[in-house]
């Protein structure tokens, strides 16, 4: 896996946020969203806004995080051969 994967920007963001929430990413693409979101508040605020509005709109199923998601990112870094 090469570093690049996680170094999502704000931007990126933006644009993976309804996917994310729809639960549409590849696994890959969605370890990456869950890890900016972590490091990044702003992006946190808008994904909840969104979360808000998909619900108030009825649309799409409700997100449901994977269980073991912590594990699959410790899996993954460790595995990460450019640390
Ligand atoms: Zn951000």
Redesign the pocket.
């Known amino acids: 896996m090469k570093k690049e994967d996680f170094a999502?920007?704000?931007r990126d963001?933006a644009e993976l946020v309804t996917p994310y929430l729809e639960g549409a990413l590849p696994l890959r693409k969605r370890l990456a969203a869950r890890l900016?979101?972590r490091?990044?508040t702003?992006?946190r605020n808008y994904v909840e806004q969104v979360r808000r509005t998909i619900r108030f709109l009825g649309g799409g199923p409700p997100p449901r995080p994977p269980e073991n998601e912590n594990d699959i990112i410790a899996l993954l870094d460790a595995r990460a051969p450019d640390r």
């Open positions: 999502l920007k704000c963001m900016h979101l490091l990044c702003a992006c």
